[in-house]
């Protein structure tokens, strides 16, 4: 492992945990993943010829200062009945958030899985209840300026119905 990773491993992951006020049990998932990261193999490509990733080029304590930024907007924030805010705020608060968390996308899976699982910055989470049909979609949008990772969840309840 080269130094860029050595230094991120110690305590870049925590760091992102801390700065987002995160629960122990989402610590934990993401040490689980950056671990998950550090011991998967790189996939093999099946697109392009001699493509390589050289992740020694990956600026960690550049995504570490973009942890806190989130890029992603939404269009606008009164749609009825629905819960939309930001994912590491909703983690703490929402049961549906934790429950869905890390089911679909689970960090062990592949070695980018797990690193985004890993360092995921920011993102938006989106609860739609029981029953719920939204007329108008919801329109997020994302500037995408720095390395920094983002996730997004979206939690729809049975006969819902909503374009996002």
Do not use: C
Request: hydrophobic share 40%.
């Amino acid at each position: 492992m080269n130094a860029t990773l050595k230094s991120a491993k110690n305590g870049i992951v925590e760091q992102i945990s801390r700065r987002n006020a995160e629960p122990q049990w989402l610590l934990a998932k993401r040490l689980e993943a950056w671990e998950s990261f550090n011991r998967l193999e790189m996939p093999d490509l099946k697109y392009g010829s001699n493509v390589r990733l050289d992740l020694s080029k990956l600026d960690f304590l550049e995504i570490l200062e973009k942890t806190s930024e989130s890029n992603i907007k939404i269009e606008r924030d009164n749609y009825e009945n629905v819960i939309i805010k930001n994912l590491s705020q909703a983690l703490n608060e929402n049961e549906e958030a934790r429950k869905h968390y890390g089911t679909i996308v689970n960090g062990s899976d592949d070695k980018f899985n797990a690193l985004t699982s890993a360092l995921w910055a920011n993102g938006p989470f989106i609860y739609i209840p029981q029953g719920v049909e939204l007329k108008e979609p919801i329109r997020l949008s994302s500037l995408v300026q720095s390395p920094a990772f983002e996730r997004v969840l979206v939690v729809a309840g049975p006969q819902s119905k909503a374009v996002i």
